[in-house]
């Protein structure tokens, strides 16, 4: 009795370590896919009627976006001939009014960013894709935007590379 009790959680123990080396907690299928490549995401926003220019956008985001790839996936950055590409452009950046007080004055704004994202996979080329991914933050009207920025792209990039992620390798 004592032997087939020390069988079975041996026979456990093998059988769970070998299934952690399949399923990977993000979810994501990388299929045979090794290397992926993220271009430099332009920022457009200006020509988005609104919308403005914020230096330097665009390489936090494209570093927000290699940076969550990396952590989550055992793939390996690349420079060019990536197994996987992402390529896009910052296509919005607004500041607007969203709440007032009673006496019109705004209470609170949002700033928003969009994303267009084109996504390529070498390896299967039926998960390509063109899509646009958005995401914003509320913030206090008294606030200035240069004093919760910080913050705010914080919060945005998290919520927009998560999407895009998923959308591209998320398994669900």
């Known amino acids: 009795m004592k032997h087939s009790g020390i069988k079975i959680l041996f026979l456990s123990i093998l059988f769970s370590s070998n299934s952690c080396g399949v399923y990977n907690f993000s979810g994501a299928d990388i299929g045979t896919a090794t290397t992926f490549q993220v271009n430099f995401f332009q920022n457009y926003a200006d020509q988005n009627p ?33 197994d996987l590409l992402y390529e896009g452009e910052i296509v919005e950046y607004r500041v607007t009014p969203m709440t007032a007080t009673a006496d019109q004055r705004t ?7 969009s994303v267009n994202v084109r996504f390529f996979n070498k390896t299967k080329e039926d998960a390509d894709f063109e899509r646009r991914f958005s995401f914003f933050h509320d913030f206090d009207a008294a606030a200035s935007l240069t004093a919760v920025q910080a913050a705010a792209h914080e919060e945005i990039f998290e919520r927009i590379t998560q999407d895009i992620f998923n959308a591209s390798l998320g398994n669900w």
């Open 50 to 82: 609104g919308s403005t220019i914020q230096p330097g956008l665009g390489r936090d985001f494209t570093l927000a976006l290699q940076d969550l790839i990396n952590n989550l996936t055992s793939l390996s950055l690349t420079g060019s001939n990536g």
């Open 107 to 113: 209470a609170q704004n949002r700033l928003t960013m």
